[in-house]
């Protein structure tokens, strides 16, 4: 078991620099995260059929990148999340929220043990001898976004873990995307709202995810999705100037995952506030 502060360079770099970073993570596993890019999948513990086959297929699209795929070892979309990384050659992080050391489920157990085998980890925000707790996962969903480049809901419904994750992810400013699901489907209810909501980017073809998280297939690596943001503050981003994130969108002519990135990194330079869907923009 490794004990990661913000001061060592094993700490995942996204995470240090997100406001849910915490002082101490203890890891098991390899825990060199490096350059790559890290999606966060969550969903459902109860995922339909549909679903299972689209968390196959959109994990399946990016095989031969550096993505690592990051979810919460729990039953249902986390899970699939994590057995089609390791089936696409992809490493994968499971965050638990319980001491490393503690007795898990009998399923999450042969799981967990079958990622480190990959050359994945399994992470946690609690010490050991932490016994799981259901008021810990709120904050083990605040590290999946913290740490991940980009969150995709895949199944949801509008209350639970995977929509606490996805309004952590809308915090930052991060690209939040989510799949539609039938009306009829009460676990497709968190992502359609998210849609409705433009709080999330809509898939609509699985073989678009790549093109969408700005994956380059030619060096099979992933930039930080900050990395094509404009040097200069854009001239419609005036001091004082008050827009939704939908107006930027229009007004920049960028997709809604570049301009999250490019707020993120403004942000980060006390450039802008973000505030839900409003952007405040300061110098």
């Known amino acids: 078991m490794n004990c990661l502060t913000l001061n060592t360079p094993e700490y995942p770099q996204l995470l240090s620099q997100s406001k849910y970073a915490v002082p101490k993570l203890w890891a098991?596993?390899?825990?060199?995260?490096?350059?790559?890019?890290?999606?966060?999948?969550?969903?459902?513990?109860?995922?339909?059929?549909?679903a299972s086959n689209t968390v196959k297929s959109l994990v399946k699209t990016l095989k031969g990148y550096k993505v690592r795929i990051v979810s919460g070892l729990a039953q249902g979309i986390d899970s699939l999340c994590h057995e089609a990384a390791m089936e696409?050659?992809?490493?994968?992080?499971?965050?638990?929220?319980?001491?490393?050391?503690?007795p898990l489920q009998s399923y999450q157990k042969v799981l967990a043990e079958k990622i480190l085998e990959h050359g994945g980890n399994i992470i946690s925000p609690f010490a050991p001898g932490s016994l799981a707790y259901q008021g810990y996962f709120v904050k083990r969903n605040t590290i999946i976004s913290g740490m991940s480049n980009a969150v995709i809901v895949v199944e949801s419904r509008t209350k639970g873990g995977a929509m606490h994750t996805a309004n952590f992810c809308a915090r930052e400013c991060k690209p939040l995307l989510a799949v539609p699901g039938s009306p009829m489907t009460p676990t497709s209810s968190g992502c359609n709202h998210l849609i409705y909501q433009k709080q999330a980017q809509i898939i609509w073809n699985v073989d678009e995810l790549p093109e969408i998280l700005g994956l380059n297939s030619l060096f099979s690596h992933v930039p930080c999705p900050v990395s094509h943001v404009p040097k200069n503050v854009p001239n419609w981003a005036a001091k004082g100037t008050i827009l939704e994130i939908s107006e930027i969108c229009e007004q920049s002519r960028k997709p809604v995952n570049e301009v999250l990135a490019m707020l993120t990194e403004m942000e980060m330079q006390g450039k802008c506030k973000v505030n839900g869907q409003n952007v405040i923009f300061l110098n």
């Open 88 to 102: 696409n050659d992809l490493p994968t992080t499971a965050v638990i929220a319980q001491g490393l050391d503690m």
């Open 28 to 50: 098991n596993g390899a825990v060199n995260f490096g350059d790559e890019f890290c999606l966060a999948m969550v969903g459902t513990r109860s995922p339909s059929g549909l």
